[in-house]
């Protein structure tokens, strides 16, 4: 038996009248890459967010290791090892690229600091593709740069789960193809990933296990092919005859 | 340490020597306009290493610097003098935990307004608890010569310079700024952002309490209107701003200059200082939005790399 990392049981999360996430039970195990994916609105960046502490669940439990983290602010959800990017990313622009990813290391999960810290960011910004820009003004970065370096100042603490919120969205085929590439590699390191995903190669190349969510419940589970042959899987993206 | 951190170090303890030695030279004018200075460096810089990495800007500095002067004022017949600064800081740590814990969760110009507030709330309590008891203002009436003064404020100078580049080689430092970049990634990044914030705060509202209760012998007569005066709040930010609060060394460019023109129009058209702080207002926004360290930085940027 592969060993749970991550425990989502009955969570539920209610925005005033709305319910946007619905009683989610799904496990992580150590070392997969589980998709969390659904069409718009379905709840998928909510789920993220409560599991980073973002916000708290209305109810419902989420354990990393056993422990739970439901509830607690982000910096101590952090600390216990939850790494996250975001859908928008957000780089730290007034300081340099370097330091933007030893801003994940110092306070995290597996705090480095000083000389340590910076090989430490430099090794984790090679091993995402930066190599001359390293030194550039984080302001002239490319697009896929900025999210090169947002991932490494994930990886930057070591986590026990890295949440990656759509991380390859927006960009073009050949930097997909990159994207991908190195998310295989990420996962061929004996990582344990959360990915909310739209891009459908991304999921049927990357994803271990897929959970389905539409309007906020989990409608399937299981691997690419499986949920993406499912009923009412395609039913919940493009729509059925008997609903029109 | 580095061989430049050394040198730094040397020539900052060198420039404050020559600094503390101005009373034997004069001890009139100049003395009372470096008094002054010194004053306004002491609270521009404890409050840029609060306001400079976060981006909050606060205007409580009079609350906590009227404290700090209260604490003189009350208890300099019946404690020893130097007793006084420290029961300040305590005080002022504490005033500036419970606004922190409770306004820091603010944000942008919520932030500056609860701590405008503040000040005028703080005043208006001694107000009432004065007129309960009967009090008017209090005479702070010393042996501490303008002297004295002085040589305390550049002895806290040393020590806010000091803790400041601490701060900044440090975690905390580090925290900080990327709390200015983006609190929400500083959070995901296990930075306890409440805590860090609140522990600048009290840093700042301190050391403001301290230059109250060491500048209260100075006034001779302290009454609430004058201590918790808004006035001070705005001159500290304007200063703070003129010079930059990029580096350490920021706010004392801008508090040299601006008490020198402050001190010429005060005394040929003493109404006229609110215009001259409207005016370098205007000036930080469209023309210095880093201040001096800012036009600094663009020029060394320019003209090649200079030396590092």
């Known amino acids: 038996m592969a060993r749970v990392v991550l425990e989502v049981r009955d969570v539920t999360k209610r925005f005033g009248g709305l ?37 708290p669940p209305s109810s419902g439990s989420i354990r990393l290791n056993g422990q739970e983290i439901a509830g607690k602010p982000a910096h101590r959800i952090a600390r ?31 705090k480095r600091w000083g000389a340590e810290a910076e090989s430490f960011a430099r090794t984790l910004l090679e091993r995402v593709g930066l190599g001359r820009q390293i030194n550039m003004p984080v302001s002239s970065l490319t697009y896929i740069n900025t999210k090169r370096v947002e991932l490494a100042r994930a990886l930057a603490c070591e986590p026990e789960v890295l949440l990656l919120d759509e991380w390859l969205a927006g960009l073009n085929p050949t930097e997909l193809e990159t994207g991908i590439d190195l998310i295989k590699s990420l996962r061929d390191e004996g990582r344990t990933i959360i990915l909310v995903e739209h891009v459908m190669d991304a999921i049927r190349s990357l994803c271990d296990r897929c959970v389905v969510m539409s309007s906020g419940a989990k409608i399937a589970e299981g691997t690419p092919t499986e949920v993406l042959a499912d009923e009412e899987v395609i039913r919940a993206y493009l729509g059925a005859d008997e609903d029109a | 340490m580095s ?18 030695l101005l009373p034997l030279y004069d001890t009139g004018y100049i003395l009372s306009i470096a008094t002054t200075m010194a004053m306004f460096t002491v609270l521009a810089t404890s409050w840029a290493l609060f306001s400079g990495p976060t981006h909050y800007i606060s205007l409580a500095t009079a609350a906590f610097f009227g404290l700090g002067t209260f604490v003189t004022g009350l208890g300099f017949q019946t404690l020893p003098m130097w007793v006084l600064p420290i029961i300040a800081a305590g005080l002022g740590a504490v005033l500036a935990a419970l606004v922190g814990l409770v306004t820091l969760r603010l944000s942008g110009v919520y932030f500056v307004i609860f701590t405008l507030g503040l000040a ?31 040589w305390q404020l550049i002895g806290m100078a040393a020590l806010v310079f000091l803790v400041g580049w601490l701060i900044a080689r ?23 952002t409440a805590a860090a914030k609140v522990l600048l705060f009290m840093i700042s509202g301190a050391v403001a309490a301290v230059v109250g209760a060491m500048m209260a012998p100075r006034y001779i007569y302290i009454e609430p209107s004058t201590a918790f005066a808004p006035i001070l709040s705005f001159q500290v930010v304007i200063m703070a701003l003129l010079g930059g609060t990029g ?62």
Not at chain 1, 20 to 40: Q, S, T, W
Not at chain 1, 83 to 106: C, H, M, Y
Not at chain 2, 130 to 150: A, H, K, W
Not at chain 2, 170 to 192: M, Q, W
């Open chain 1, 19 to 55: 319910v946007a996430v619905r009683e989610m039970v799904f496990d992580v195990n150590h070392n997969e890459v589980l998709g969390i994916i659904g069409p718009n609105g379905s709840g998928k960046s909510t789920m993220i967010n409560m599991i980073s502490g973002t916000f």
């Open chain 1, 80 to 110: 216990q090892g939850v790494a996250r990017t975001f859908q928008l990313v957000r780089l730290l622009p007034e300081l340099s690229v370097v330091e933007n990813v030893i801003a994940g290391a110092a306070f995290g999960h597996r």
């Open chain 2, 3 to 20: 061989m430049r951190d050394l040198r730094n170090l040397f020539l900052a303890a060198l420039a404050l020597g020559l600094v503390a």
């Open chain 2, 120 to 150: 005028e709330l703080v005043r208006q309590v001694v107000t009432w608890v004065q007129n309960r008891t009967g009090q008017r203002g209090m005479y702070v009436l010393t042996s501490i010569t303008e002297r004295d003064i002085y």
């Open chain 2, 170 to 192: 440090s975690r905390l430092g580090f925290a900080l700024r990327i709390i200015g970049n983006d609190e929400t990634v500083a959070k995901h990044s296990g930075i306890d």
């Open chain 2, 247 to 308: 580096r350490l060394w920021g706010p004392l460019a801008g508090v040299i200059p601006f008490t020198l023109l402050w001190e010429f129009i005060s005394r040929n058209a003493p109404n006229q200082t609110l215009l001259l702080l409207g005016i370098a207002f205007l000036v930080i926004v469209y023309v210095l939005p880093g201040g001096f360290v800012g036009l600094y930085e663009r020029l060394r940027h320019r003209f090649g790399s200079g030396g590092h």
